[in-house]
């Protein structure tokens, strides 16, 4: 109940800020197809991830269904996202912005952000900013990564990708606008909450730093550099490297991020940062595993691009077995780094890590 009525109050900021705007009149049709296309995914997984999980801590019969917690997170986010792009002019951008970052998903980082900020003492409507923000940059990286330069997909979250509907051009600029709204959204909304001006600086400089020339367009810049490379002459070193920057470094803002605005102690922000490398890395793994073994339509997007293109990926340099081995590997090092946290707010992060590993799409 308490986070239903921290969750209302937020919306209500953001409403009465965007209210002179019209909504789209696909907006309920959107939302449903988030939560459809999230309540799908999570079914794909098994029983493992559908069963609740037992919670420890003082109330050890409690339990944790982690299945209707991402859900009803996601949901949670969606509208939230709905209502930070109103429909203005020119709307072409608008509805291609729109198109991307209401497409659906998971969205897993959002949902790192809130839950390291419940860790440490936040609520879900002192993340909720951040945890657009963070999202709006991830699909603003989708868009442009899918660009006929970058990796040239077809299918993004089962849809064709922005650039097949709106034109190259128009993609570039909605990743761009995405990007820009992204810090605009972060500060212009977390300036309403009873956050110190200091966290608050500290938050948009990580988030910043996670996406520029150290973290995630680095990792794109050394993965496009390294298509068509024989993997006898690349070690481990420079794949990891891609993928702490390219995909971990994003995960890893998200996380450190809920836990600066939450109030996070210096020690409690350094073990979520590497929570949030080992799942970052963890992530990319499982996605080079998936491109080889699931199909196009299981994927949602084009599978074999990673192949196709010669990118490097864990089973071309280390073969699908032991690829399989570090990815639990990585998953229990994360759970580890949540050790000495309130078990019961720690389940979550918990779960999110035994997700990422097992996710099948």
């Given amino acids: 109940m308490t986070t239903s009525i921290h969750l209302s109050s937020s919306f209500l900021f953001i409403q009465s800020s965007v209210r002179r705007y019209n909504s789209i009149s696909s907006v309920n049709n959107l939302q449903k197809r988030t939560v459809l296309s999230l309540s799908s995914a999570l079914t794909s997984q098994g029983d493992k991830h559908m069963t609740p999980l037992e ?3 003082n109330d050890p019969n409690s339990a944790f269904d982690f299945k209707s917690y991402m859900i009803r997170k996601a949901e949670f986010v969606s509208a939230a996202l709905n209502v930070s792009v109103p429909l203005s002019k020119p709307l072409t951008i608008q509805e291609a912005m729109r198109y991307s970052l209401l497409a659906g998903g998971k969205r897993v980082r959002p949902l790192l952000c809130i839950a390291a900020c419940e860790l440490v003492g936040g609520d879900e409507a002192t993340a909720m900013s951040a945890a657009c923000a963070v999202e709006m940059i991830h699909t603003s990286s989708l868009v442009h990564d899918d660009l006929p330069c970058m990796d040239n997909a077809d299918l993004r979250r089962g849809k064709l990708t922005n650039h097949k509907v709106f034109g190259e051009d128009m993609a570039v600029l909605a990743g761009d606008a995405l990007f820009a709204l992204a810090f605009e959204h972060m500060t212009a909304l977390s300036s309403a909450l009873v956050v110190s001006p200091k966290r608050k600086v500290r938050a948009v400089i990580e988030l910043a730093k996670a996406i ?9 810049v050394i993965d496009l550099c390294s298509e068509g490379l024989d993997p006898d002459d690349v070690g481990l070193e420079r794949l990891e490297f891609i993928h702490l920057h390219k995909t971990a470094a994003l995960l890893e803002a998200a996380v450190v991020v809920g836990a600066i605005l939450g109030g996070g102690t ?3 922000i350094e073990k979520l940062r590497k929570y949030a490398r080992c799942i970052g890395l963890l992530f990319q793994v499982v996605d080079d595993i998936l491109d080889v073994t699931k199909s196009t339509d299981e994927l949602g997007k084009s599978a074999g691009n990673d ?19 570090l990815a639990q590997k990585l998953s229990k090092e994360a759970e580890e780094q949540l050790i000495g946290f309130d078990p019961n707010k720690a389940v979550p992060l918990v779960a999110l890590a ?3 590993a097992g996710r099948h799409n």
């Fill in 55 to 57: 919670g420890n801590g």
């Fill in 212 to 220: 520029g020339t150290k973290g995630l367009v680095a990792g794109q």
């Fill in 266 to 268: 210096e020690e409690e």
């Fill in 307 to 325: 192949v196709i293109a010669g990118k490097l990926t864990y089973p071309r340099l280390i073969g699908l077995e032991k690829s399989r081995e």
């Fill in 354 to 356: 035994s997700y990422i």
